[in-house]
């Protein structure tokens, strides 16, 4: 047993390295890093149709992410998707008239939520909801209108 | 007729008894734990032959696939102008199935067929009988020690190797290829979930590690003690390892990522 303290520094070194690694598989390949980790407040917008949208899809605004989708809920009074936000505390400055709309990222990319902001002098609080909101674009009813479109044009 | 009837009953019974030692043995080596716990020594020396000696193969490896998945994805994903989206590729098929499956299987070439290897020369040698001889119980003093370090190099070189490998895409993906390198991790990071993926990759391993240790002392310590046993013992660790690692993979993954 002379290379007791050999070995215990290697098998130390593969321990650190396993743990490294789960460590870095962790921290800078998955989303954990920004899990929770802001402070935010919900703001909750109701749409027609929400489509693809997800929980965790992004809520951007200008094309920078300032929050997540937290849940999708159906309204079953209005027949809507009630959608609710949470926007991280830094961006506490959202005008109450504020309108929502859900874009695909590309054209096959995933569903997210756009905020337009608008003039008014009152920003949003928690729970405030957005009044304006514009429904997810469904790719097959786009399509089905234009086909029918140019098929009744055609007569 | 009637032979093809006895020989099927009779492989039945064998490979019911062999089902039985295997239990029992489990079970012995399992309550072995706590004894070796407070030795932590023994457990030491083990992880060094298990884990620090497998630590090159898994890593190189590691990165070879890494690099693969890189090309491959590459040279697929461009046809649609999606190389943005590479990272996220090599980083699921990584951490998911790869990682997991293939350095378990590398494990139970490199350490298993050692440890059956091993084991089985011990007995044919009679240096177990020799011990019990001593009134040390092999279980504790050789097994158990054997079982716990594979079971916990395991989870640590699967994560290893997918670590290594995301690392390699990167140099491939980025590098060679021109993918933009804060799109590749940016996307990967989005798309990865912590718990879904990661954890769950984690826990494929710990099984994987379970079984090809299993499977590989008992193979050993279950040798007809010649030398053409040994031999056999070891062939069948590599084999039944691969099987059941595959197996077991496919369950594991019906249950975790089937919604």
């Known amino acids: 047993m002379q290379h007791t303290s050999t070995q215990d520094t290697l098998v130390g070194l593969f321990v650190a390295a396993g743990i490294v690694g789960l460590f870095f598989l962790s921290m800078q390949v998955s989303n954990l890093s920004s899990f929770g980790d802001e402070e935010s407040y919900t703001i909750i917008a109701r749409f027609e149709n929400s489509g693809g949208l997800k929980v965790k899809s992004p809520v951007s605004a200008a094309g920078v992410k300032i929050g997540k989708v937290s849940s999708i809920s159906f309204d079953p009074k209005t027949y809507q998707s009630v959608v609710h936000m949470s926007i991280y505390t830094q961006y506490n400055t959202i005008p109450t008239d504020t309108s929502a709309s859900i874009y695909t990222a590309g054209l096959l990319g995933e569903q997210y939520v756009n905020l337009d902001p608008g003039g008014s002098e009152e920003y949003l609080q928690q729970d405030s909801a957005i009044e304006i909101t514009q429904s997810a674009i469904i790719l097959e009813k786009a399509i089905g209108q234009f086909l029918f479109k140019s098929a009744a044009e055609k007569k | ?259």
Do not use: C
């Open chain 2, 1 to 259: 007729m009637i032979r093809i009837l006895q020989y099927l009953g009779k492989s039945t019974r064998t490979s019911f008894t062999k089902l039985g030692r295997a239990t029992y043995f489990l079970l012995q080596t399992v309550s072995g734990i706590p004894s070796v716990l407070l030795r932590p020594r023994l457990l030491l020396n083990q992880l060094y032959s298990v884990g620090v000696l497998s630590f090159l193969i898994i890593t190189i490896s590691g990165l070879f696939v890494g690099m693969v998945l890189g090309l491959q994805g590459y040279y697929t994903l461009s046809d649609f102008g999606a190389e943005e989206t590479l990272g996220v590729m090599v980083a699921a098929s990584l951490v998911r199935e790869l990682g997991p499956v293939v350095s378990a299987l590398l494990f139970a070439g490199r350490a298993g067929s050692a440890l059956t290897a091993e084991i089985g020369l011990m007995k044919a040698t009679e240096q177990l009988s020799g011990m019990e001889m001593m009134a040390v119980d092999p279980i504790k003093r050789i097994i158990t020690p054997r079982f716990l370090a594979g079971l916990l190099a395991m989870p640590l070189l699967a994560a290893l190797f997918s670590a290594v490998g995301i690392i390699g895409g990167q140099i491939i993906g980025s590098g060679l290829l021109g993918v933009d390198e804060g799109a590749y991790w940016s996307q990967m990071q989005a798309s990865i979930d912590f718990h879904d993926d990661i954890l769950n990759g984690v826990i494929k391993s710990i099984v994987f590690g379970f079984v090809t240790s299993w499977i590989a002392l008992f193979e050993g310590s279950d040798a007809i003690p010649t030398s053409e046993g040994v031999s056999r013992a070891t062939t069948r660790t590599v084999v039944n390892s691969a099987f059941s690692i595959l197996g077991l993979d496919f369950i594991l993954t019906a249950l975790m990522f089937g919604e």
